[in-house]
C-alpha cells in the first residue's frame, strides 16, 4: 500500500484525513510554488504573460499566456492517455459545459443531449437552462431503482435527433465507475447515430487510470480539487483531434488573433484554445498540477490499487458493523469514494470530528469516505473504531443537529 504522506500537508496526528473524494490535501511544494507566483508577478509584471521561469518540469519555458495548455500536455495529457495537443486548463466544470453547449455544430439538424439522471449539477442544471436558450431538448435517463446507471436505457435514448450524450465516469453520488469497455460501447452507439459523446471524469481524475482513447470519448472533462489536490480554479478538458468545435461563448483569449482587436471574431486554429474564454486566472495554475506530479510520479495504477485495497478494509468493517454500503462492491464499478447508509450520518459525522476523523455526510443517512494514498490502514480502522462507539452508545445523537460549521461538511 502507498503511503504518501511526506508529500501532502498532512493534518497533524492522529487525525485521519478520508475526503479526498471533495477536497484533496495541499501538495507540500504549493508554498514555494505561491511564492514563485508573487515573484514572478512582482519582479516581471506584464512580462510574465510571456515568459516565466519554469517551475514545472516542463523542460521548457513558458509564459501566463501559454501556461493552461503547458500545464495540459504536460500533466493532463498523460494522466488520459491523450496526445499532446489536446488538453486545456479550464477554471471549473460549469464554465467548460456552457462552452461546449454553445457550440452549433453538433445541433445541426439534431435538439436532443441525452444524459443520466445522476449527472452532477454543473452538467444537469447546465442542459436544462440551455434548453430556453437554443432549441434542445434535455432527455434525462433515470437510474435503476439501486440508483445505478441504466447503461441499455442510454443507448436506447440515442436517435437520429441526439447531438450530446453525456455521462460520468464516475457518478458523484454513487460512486459507481463505468467501466471503460461499457464507455466505450455508449460512445460507439452515439457515433453510429452522428452524436457526440462526452464525459465528465471529475470523480475518476487522478484515482483511476483514465484513457480517453479507449473510451472513445469525443470530449473528457474534469476537476483537479479532488483526488488531483490541485484545489480550486482548476479543471481540464481534452478535445479529441480533428474534432472542430466552435462555441460561441468564446472571449478574447479564445480568439485567432486576440491582439488584432478585429471589429469581429475568430476561431483561434488551436481547437483546445477556443475554451480560454476571458484573461484566464493565472495564479490557480500555479498549484494546478502539483498533486497530479506527485500521483503521476507513483503511476494511476498504484493511486487505484491503493484506494481499492483501503477502500475494501472499510467495506469488510462496514459489513461487521451491518451497515448497507450504497457504492458498488465489485472492485471494477468502485470508485475511490465509498458510500455507506448510517442513520443520523449528518450528527454522526460532526461526533468523527470531535474524534478527530474527517468523513462527510449527504441527505443525512449517507456516510462518504476515501482512503487516500496520505491515510495508512489504520486511519480506517480509527473510523470504524469511532462509528462502533458511536453506534453502541448513541454518543452523536446528543449533538445539536444544526451547526455542522458551514455548508460544506
Ligand atoms: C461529477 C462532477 N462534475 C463536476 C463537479 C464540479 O463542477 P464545477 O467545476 O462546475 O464546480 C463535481 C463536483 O463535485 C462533480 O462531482
Not at 47 to 65: I, M
Not at 333 to 362: C, I
Not at 391 to 398: I, K, M, P, Q
Request: aromatic fraction near 8%; include cysteine.
Amino acid at each position: 500500500m502507498l503511503d504518501l504522506r511526506d508529500r501532502f500537508v498532512v493534518p497533524p496526528s492522529p487525525a485521519a484525513e478520508l475526503r479526498a473524494f471533495t477536497h484533496g490535501l495541499m501538495p507540500q511544494t504549493v508554498p514555494d510554488l505561491m511564492a514563485g507566483f508573487c515573484e514572478d508577478w512582482a519582479e516581471r509584471g506584464v512580462d510574465a504573460w510571456n515568459r516565466v521561469p519554469d517551475r514545472w518540469e516542463l523542460g521548457r519555458e513558458t509564459g501566463w499566456w501559454a501556461l493552461p495548455e503547458d500545464l495540459a500536455d504536460a500533466y493532463v495529457a498523460p494522466m488520459l492517455g491523450a496526445p499532446a495537443g489536446t488538453c486545456v486548463l479550464q477554471p471549473n466544470v460549469h464554465a467548460t459545459v456552457q462552452m461546449l453547449l454553445s457550440c452549433d455544430a453538433p445541433f445541426e439538424g439534431r435538439t436532443e443531449v441525452v444524459m443520466t439522471e445522476g449527472e452532477f449539477p454543473s452538467v444537469r442544471h447546465s442542459v436544462q437552462r440551455w434548453a430556453g436558450l437554443r432549441e434542445l431538448r434535455p432527455i434525462d435517463v433515470p437510474a435503476r431503482p439501486d440508483g445505478s446507471v441504466d447503461l441499455g436505457a442510454v443507448a436506447d435514448a440515442i436517435t437520429d435527433r441526439t447531438a450530446w450524450v453525456i455521462v460520468s465516469h464516475v457518478g458523484f453520488s454513487t460512486g459507481e465507475v463505468i467501466p471503460d469497455d461499457d464507455l466505450r460501447r455508449l460512445a460507439e452507439a452515439a457515433h453510429a447515430r452522428g452524436a457526440l459523446f462526452a464525459v465528465d471524469g471529475y470523480h475518476a481524475t487522478a484515482s483511476l487510470v483514465q484513457d480517453v482513447e479507449a473510451i472513445g470519448a469525443d470530449v473528457y472533462f474534469g476537476g483537479l480539487l479532488k483526488e488531483a489536490c490541485g484545489s480550486s480554479g482548476n479543471a481540464y478538458l481534452y478535445v479529441r483531434p480533428g474534432l472542430d468545435l466552435r462555441p460561441r461563448l468564446a472571449g478574447w483569449f479564445a480568439d485567432a488573433d486576440p491582439f488584432g482587436f478585429a471589429p469581429a471574431p475568430a476561431d483561434h486554429p488551436d481547437v483546445r484554445r477556443r475554451f480560454l474564454g476571458g484573461t484566464t486566472a493565472v495564479a490557480s495554475m500555479y498549484h494546478a498540477v502539483e498533486g497530479l506530479r506527485v500521483l503521476l510520479d507513483v503511476g494511476i495504477a498504484a493511486v487505484r490499487a491503493d484506494s481499492l485495497a483501503k477502500g475494501a478494509r472499510g467495506i469488510e468493517r462496514a459489513d461487521a458493523l451491518g451497515l448497507p454500503l450504497r457504492s458498488p462492491r465489485e472492485d471494477a464499478r468502485r470508485g475511490a469514494m465509498v458510500v455507506l447508509e448510517v442513520d443520523d450520518a449528518d450528527r454522526m459525522v460532526r461526533w468523527l470530528k470531535t474524534r478527530d476523523v474527517y468523513v462527510d455526510a449527504r441527505r443525512g443517512r449517507l456516510l462518504r469516505f476515501s482512503p487516500f494514498v496520505w491515510n495508512p490502514l489504520a486511519d480506517v480502522d480509527r473510523l470504524f473504531d469511532a462509528v462502533e462507539e458511536a453506534l453502541a452508545t448513541g454518543a452523536h445523537r446528543a449533538l445539536a443537529a444544526a451547526d455542522a460549521g458551514g455548508p460544506v461538511t
